[in-house]
T-cell receptor, first 113, second 114 residues
Framework: AQTVTQSQPEMSVQEAETVTLSCTYDTSESDYYLFWYKQPPSRQMILVIR??????QNATENRFSVNFQKAAKSFSLKISDSQLGDAAMYFCAYRSTNNDMRFGAGTRLTVKP | DVKVTQSSRYLVKRTGEKVFLECVQDMDHENMFWYRQDPGLGLRLIYF???????EKGDIPEGYSVSREKKERFSLILESASTNQTSMYLCASSYPGLGGSEQYFGPGTRLTVT
């Protein structure tokens, strides 16, 4: 079974600075999807960004971008110009083409004013 | 906007009680999921359903059952609640087919079993 590892239980960043959250995964599949979800305190989990494994170009969504290294099975999330509202738990997730979805343990991001 | 709602945000039950957690989505999604979220473990899939009256076991189905009588509603049942089922429970829904479709999550139910 696929596994997703987030090696940073907690991270902190100064407001307006850049932070990178790490994620690695283990799979023998060649086609799959990767996601970063954000769970703000006491609020619903929402999708931040997604990446299709067959696309070499890294996905970007405004201040959020990923560094997808397929050979290394690495999928990190970079948040630029961090804002107080970025404070949340961030989950990396892997989804195979048969819809099997796996989540990492999460990284709690604190943004310091 | 997709909306996924869960019947309770907080729930306190006693050991041995039968517990029902309800989830409703308003986007006509075929797929629905129940996860539990525990610190340091992320989200673990309990059960999922691809259609009405269909259900599939996830990674941790023991002690749980589900019901999906209508497309928009997916219920999680704890037949006899135990203290180790104290957790945050998240419901999600998604379109079928392509693995790239995102899951939309409900606000979660924090269940405490005493």
């Amino acid at each position: 079974a696929q596994t997703v590892t987030q090696s940073q239980p907690e991270m902190s960043v100064q407001e307006a600075e850049t932070v990178t959250l790490s994620c690695t995964y283990d799979t023998s599949e060649s086609d799959y999807y990767l996601f970063w979800y954000k769970q703000p305190p006491s609020r619903q989990m929402i999708l931040v960004i997604r990446q299709e494994a067959y696309k070499q170009q890294n996905a970007t969504e405004n201040r959020f971008s990923v560094n997808f290294q397929k050979a290394a099975k690495s999928f990190s999330l970079k948040i630029s110009d961090s804002q107080l509202g970025d404070a949340a738990m961030y989950f990396c997730a892997y989804r195979s083409t048969n819809n099997d979805m796996r989540f990492g343990a999460g990284t709690r991001l604190t943004v310091k004013p | 906007d997709v909306k996924v709602t869960q019947s309770s945000r907080y729930l306190v039950k006693r050991t041995g009680e039968k517990v029902f957690l309800e989830c409703v989505q308003d986007m006509d999604h075929e797929n629905m999921f129940w996860y539990r979220q525990d610190p340091g473990l992320g989200l673990r899939l309990i059960y999922f359903s691809y259609d009405v009256k269909m259900k599939e076991k996830g990674d941790i189905p023991e002690g749980y059952s589900v019901s999906r009588e209508k497309k928009e509603r997916f219920s999680l049942i704890l037949e006899s609640a135990s203290t180790n089922q104290t957790s945050m429970y998240l419901c999600a829904s998604s379109y079928p087919g392509l693995g790239g479709s995102e899951q939309y999550f409900g606000p979660g139910t924090r269940l405490t079993v005493t």
